[in-house]
C-alpha cells in the first residue's frame, strides 16, 4: 500500500458519483416526560411501550437535571436567588428515591435494509437503566457521570416508525451531608461525580447533586458500520512565527470503525485536505471493533493556531468517511482542528514548568473554571460567552478544576475559536479525597485517599472522556487532579498506558501544584494566597514561579446585586460588624480595609462601586505584577477563580447572568499583549512585551495630575524599543508626584504610541493621598461627558465619549447597554473597554457587541465616580 496523498481523477470522478445518505444524527432535546419512581408502579420494560398511557407526568427538562426540571415546572422556587436554596429539600435528608426519576421521549425513526441505528447519551448523573420499546439495552446498570453510553438499537426499533426510550434515573449512591465542608462530609468522592455539588466555599450545596440526564441525547443512523473517535494530531516542528511562511507541519489521523453486522465490510477510510485526499483500504470484520490508522500528510505552509494574545486561531474543517468497495458512502463524521504543538520545558531558572507552543514559549494567563451553570444549564450560546469574556480579559489559559466534570465539547469548541489553552484536571480534590486531616469529612484521610470506590469505572471514564476531547486544539495539558494525585492504581495507568496510547501529544502534571509543576519553595500548599491582598504585593513579594491558584474578590455591581439578594438584604458589608445573612451565604469575601480607604459607604450602591475600584486595582496589579518578573520569577499564573456556576459573591470577573464587573477590565488592562505599566512599589515605569518580535519606534508619554485641582504636568516622552517576550524597566515617576505635590493623591496616565501617534497601550493610575487613603476621590467636582452612539454594523455599536477641556478628569465610567423598552441591561454585552477615565480635553471610543437576534431598541448608560448617570438612544 502507498501512502501517496494524490488520487487519480478517475478516483475523484467516482466520488462525485456518490449520492447515497451516508449519515443522520439528531438530538433529543424536547419533548421528555418525566414521573418520580414512588409514582410510578410499572416497569421499563412496560413503560417504554409507545401505547402505555403517561398521563399526569411533569414536562422534563433533557438536558438538565431533576433539579432544572422541577425548577421550570414551579415546584420549586429559585435556588439561585436569596436563601431560597434553604426551601429545598436535600438528598441526604430525603434519602435517594426523592430525586430518583423516569424520563421518558417518544420519537419517530424507521431503519431501512443495510443501516443501523444508534442510540447516544453523553451523560447521565448517576446510574441508569436504558429501556426501548420494551426492551432493556443495557445488561447492568450503567455508572459514573464522567462516561458516555452507546447502544445499537437497530433490532429495537419499531417498523411503525414510533418508538419510546424511557430511561431510569438514580442519584448518586452517596450524595454526602452538606455540613459546609468542602464537598461536605466527604464521601460523594466515593462516585465518580461532581464533589462540588455538596457544597464547597464558594457554593451552596446542589440538592439533587446534579442528579439527571445532564448531557445531550442523540440518536444517529449509520450505513452497516459506525465510524467514530476519530483521532488527529499535528506535528509543528521547529519555532515558527504567526503570519510568515510556515515550513510544513505533519497530520496524523486514525479513527474507529465498528462493524456490527454479520459479514465483513470494505472500503476506503478518508479525509480531503488542501484539495488533496488521504485514505487508506481497510477490511472490518463481522462483530469487531478496528482502529484504522491513515497515511501520515505533509502539509505545506500550515495556517497555525495559536494562543490568545500571539497569532491567530486558524481551523481548519474536513470530513473522515468510510467508502465502501462499491462506492457507498458508510459513514462519516465531521472533523475541525488546529494545526499547532504543544510542548514543555523545565525553566531551571524559576524552577517551574515552561509552556511553548509552535516552538514558542508563552507566558501563561490563566483563570480557573469551575462549571457553567451549578445546575447544569448549558448552551452553546453560553459557553461562547463566556470563553468570550477569558479573551477579552487578555488571558490566554482556561484551567478546568478537578471538583466538577470534564467539559463539553462544545466548551472546547468556543476555547478553540477565542484562544483559550484548557489546563484539565481530573476528578479529583486534595479536600475530599484525603490531602488534609478534616474533622468535617466522615472518614479518614486514608479512606478518603482510596475515593471513589471504583477505580476500574474511573479509568474506563478517563478512556472515553479523552477520546471525546482529544482533537481539539485548544486542550493543552492533563492534570491527575486538583491538590491531589488519584490514587497509584489510577494514575500508574493513566500515565503509563492510556494517555500514551489515546492521546500521546500533552503533558500530564500529577496534580494542580505539584512540584514538577512549580516547585514548591515557599512551603504550604503551593498555591494562593487567596484573599485581597496590598496591591503592592503583587510586585514585591514572589509567590510560588507557576501559581494554580492565586486571586480574591470579585462582587459585582450594584445592578448584578438586586438581582439575587432580596431588598430587604440590601445592606452593605462593614469592615468591622456583622455581615447580612445573605451575603454570607452567598459566600461573600470581605473587602476589608481597603473599602474603608475610599471612605465609608454610605449604602450597599456606594459599596459597590467602591468595590469595583478595587476589584479593578487588584486583577491589574496581580497581572502587572506578575508580568514584570516574567522569566525571572515565574513562567505563569492561573486566578483563582475567573467566573462562578451560581450567584456568588466572590472570584468573578462577570456575574452568573453575564453581567461584566471591573474585575474583567482590570485583567484586561493589566494583561495586554503589549504594555505599559508602573509599580505601586517603587513607582517604576516598564513595558512587557509579550509577543515574539521586537518592538521599535515606541513614544512613552507621562502625565500626572492632581487629585484635587486637577493640575497636570507632562513629564517625560521617550522613544524605546524592547525584545521579544520581556519585560524592561525605563524609568521612576516617583520625582515627578513629588514635585507635584498633591497630598490628597494623584491620578497618572501612561500611553506608549506608535510614530503615527496611534496609542499601542495606555494605562490610568489613581494613587493614593499621603495617609494612604483614596479619600480625596470624594471631593472631586462633577465632570459632564459628552456620549455619542452610533450603530456600525449588526449586533456592534461605536460609542464616543469625550471630556471638555477644562474638566476635571472624568474619573472611571461605566458603561451599559440597555433595553429601552424596560430599561433593563442587554447580557451578555461585550465592551471594548469599561470602567474608563477620560483626561480633559481627550475622547475614548469604545465598541460594544451584542447577541445580534435582540431587536428591541436601545440605549447607552454611562455613569461614573463623578459623572452623573447619563442615558442616550442608539439612533
Known amino acids: 500500500m502507498t501512502t501517496t496523498t494524490h488520487i487519480k481523477s478517475l478516483f475523484f470522478a467516482m466520488l462525485l458519483c456518490i449520492t447515497l445518505k451516508a449519515q443522520q444524527r439528531y438530538e433529543l432535546n424536547s419533548g421528555w416526560l418525566c414521573a418520580n419512581i414512588t409514582d410510578v408502579k410499572e416497569k421499563g420494560e412496560a413503560l417504554s411501550v409507545p401505547s402505555f398511557s403517561l398521563n399526569n407526568w411533569m414536562s422534563a427538562t433533557v438536558p438538565g437535571t431533576v433539579l432544572t426540571t422541577l425548577l421550570n415546572n414551579k415546584k420549586i422556587p429559585d435556588p439561585f436567588y436569596g436563601m431560597n436554596n434553604e426551601k429545598i429539600k436535600d438528598i441526604y435528608f430525603t434519602g435517594n428515591d426523592y430525586y430518583t426519576y423516569w424520563f421518558v421521549k417518544d420519537f419517530k425513526e424507521s431503519v431501512r435494509v443495510g443501516e443501523e441505528a444508534w442510540l447516544q447519551l453523553r451523560g447521565v448523573n448517576y446510574k441508569c437503566e436504558v429501556f426501548l420499546n420494551g426492551h432493556k439495552l443495557n445488561k447492568a446498570t450503567h455508572e459514573g457521570m464522567h462516561l458516555r453510553q452507546q447502544y445499537n438499537i437497530t433490532s429495537y426499533i419499531n417498523a411503525n416508525g414510533n418508538n419510546r426510550l424511557a430511561v431510569l ?17 466527604g464521601t460523594i468522592a466515593k462516585g465518580l461525580t461532581n464533589q462540588y455539588a455538596a457544597g464547597w466555599d464558594w457554593i451552596q450545596p446542589i440538592r439533587d447533586r446534579n442528579t439527571g440526564i445532564w448531557d445531550k441525547v442523540f440518536i444517529e443512523k449509520t450505513q452497516r458500520i459506525n465510524l467514530q473517535n476519530p483521532h488527529i494530531v499535528t506535528l509543528v516542528p521547529g519555532t515558527r512565527l504567526p503570519g510568515a511562511e510556515q515550513a510544513p507541519a505533519t497530520i496524523k489521523l486514525t479513527a474507529e470503525i465498528d462493524n456490527p453486522g454479520k459479514t465483513s ?64 458512502v458508510l459513514d462519516k463524521e465531521a472533523l475541525s482542528f488546529g494545526i499547532r504543538q504543544i510542548d514543555n ?28 451553570d451549578g445546575m447544569l444549564r448549558f448552551s452553546d450560546e453560553r459557553y461562547d460567552a463566556e470563553i468570550r469574556f477569558h479573551r477579552d480579559m487578555n488571558l490566554n489559559l482556561i484551567r478546568i478544576w478537578g471538583g466538577a466534570i470534564t467539559e463539553r465539547p462544545e466548551f472546547y469548541k468556543a476555547c478553540d475559536k477565542y484562544g483559550l489553552l484548557v489546563f484539565q484536571d481530573f476528578w479529583f480534590s486534595g479536600d475530599c479525597n484525603g490531602r488534609w486531616t478534616d474533622p468535617q469529612k466522615k472518614e479518614d484521610q486514608w479512606t478518603r485517599r482510596k475515593y471513589p470506590d471504583n477505580h476500574s469505572l474511573v479509568l474506563t471514564a478517563m478512556a472515553d472522556q479523552i477520546k471525546m476531547i482529544r482533537n481539539h486544539p485548544s486542550l493543552a495539558f492533563w492534570c491527575g487532579g486538583n491538590e491531589i494525585t488519584p490514587p497509584e492504581d489510577i494514575l500508574l495507568p493513566l500515565k503509563d498506558s492510556l494517555l500514551p496510547m489515546l492521546d500521546g501529544t500533552r503533558h500530564l502534571f500529577d496534580y494542580s501544584n505539584s512540584d514538577s509543576m512549580s516547585y514548591n519553595f515557599l512551603g504550604g500548599n503551593g498555591d494562593g494566597p487567596y484573599g485581597i491582598q496590598n496591591i503592592k504585593s503583587f510586585w514585591e513579594h514572589r509567590t510560588f514561579p507557576y501559581n494554580s491558584e492565586v486571586g480574591s474578590v470579585g462582587v459585582g455591581d450594584f445592578t448584578t446585586l438586586e438581582k439575587f439578594i432580596p431588598k430587604e438584604n440590601l445592606i ?19 473587602y476589608n480595609q481597603y473599602i474603608n480607604a475610599y471612605g465609608e459607604p454610605s449604602d450597599v450602591k456606594d459599596f459597590a462601586m467602591k468595590a469595583q475600584l478595587i476589584n479593578y486595582d487588584q486583577y491589574r496589579a496581580l497581572a502587572e505584577g506578575f508580568s514584570s518578573h516574567i522569566w525571572d520569577w515565574y513562567t505563569g499564573f492561573i486566578i483563582w477563580k475567573t467566573q462562578n456556576p451560581w450567584t456568588a459573591l466572590r472570584g468573578q470577573m462577570y456575574d452568573y447572568y453575564l453581567d461584566v464587573n471591573a474585575c474583567l477590565y482590570g485583567l484586561h488592562k493589566g494583561s495586554e499583549p503589549l504594555h505599559i505599566m508602573m509599580s505601586p512599589a517603587d513607582s517604576s515605569v516598564m513595558i512587557v512585551n509579550n509577543g515574539f518580535t521586537t518592538q521599535r519606534d515606541l513614544m512613552m508619554e507621562i502625565k500626572t495630575y492632581d487629585v484635587l485641582t486637577g493640575k497636570d504636568s507632562l513629564n517625560t516622552m521617550v522613544f524605546n524599543e524592547i525584545g521579544p517576550s520581556s519585560v524592561k524597566k525605563y524609568l521612576s515617576v516617583a520625582g515627578f508626584l513629588r ?37 480625596a476621590l470624594n471631593k472631586m467636582k462633577q465632570a459632564s461627558l459628552t456620549v455619542k452612539a452610533q450603530s456600525v454594523g449588526q449586533g456592534k455599536i461605536e460609542v464616543t465619549l469625550t471630556n471638555a477641556d477644562n474638566a476635571p478628569v472624568a474619573f472611571f465610567n461605566r458603561i451599559a447597554l440597555l433595553n429601552s423598552t424596560n430599561g433593563e441591561r442587554i447580557l451578555p454585552t461585550f465592551f471594548s473597554d469599561n470602567y474608563i477615565s477620560i483626561l480633559p480635553g481627550e475622547f475614548k471610543k469604545v465598541t460594544i457587541e451584542y447577541p445580534e437576534n435582540i431587536s428591541a431598541k436601545k440605549v447607552i448608560e454611562v455613569y461614573g465616580w463623578n459623572t452623573s448617570s447619563i442615558k442616550i438612544n442608539v439612533p
Do not use: C
Not at 572 to 590: L, M, N, Q, R
Not at 756 to 768: G, Q, R, V
Open 572 to 590: 452593605a458589608p462593614k469592615f468591622h460588624g456583622e455581615t447580612d445573612s445573605v451575603w454570607e451565604y452567598h459566600k461573600y469575601i470581605g
Open 169 to 185: 434515573v438514580y442519584p448518586p449512591d452517596f450524595p454526602g451531608n452538606p455540613n459546609g465542608g468542602q464537598g461536605g462530609d
Open 739 to 775: 514635585k507635584l505635590k498633591s497630598p490628597g493623591g494623584s491620578f497618572v496616565s501612561l500611553k506608549l504610541l506608535r510614530p503615527d501617534k496611534t496609542i499601542a497601550s495606555e494605562n490610568f493610575y489613581w494613587l493614593p493621598g499621603e495617609d494612604g487613603n483614596y479619600t
Open 265 to 328: 465490510v470494505s472500503g476506503m477510510l478518508q479525509y480531503k485536505l488542501s484539495n488533496q485526499v488521504i485514505h487508506v483500504h481497510a477490511t472490518i470484520k463481522p462483530g469487531a471493533t478496528a482502529v484504522v490508522k491513515l497515511p501520515d500528510f505533509t502539509l505545506q505552509n500550515p495556517q497555525l493556531w495559536w494562543p490568545n494574545g500571539y497569532g491567530e486561531q486558524y481551523l481548519y474543517n474536513t470530513t473522515i468517511e468510510f467508502i465502501s468497495d462499491d462506492n457507498k
Open 345 to 372: 520545558v523545565w525553566n531551571e531558572h524559576t524552577r517551574s514548568m515552561q509552556a511553548l507552543v509552535n516552538g514558542q514559549k508563552i507566558f501563561i494567563k490563566g483563570g480557573n473554571w469551575i462549571i457553567s
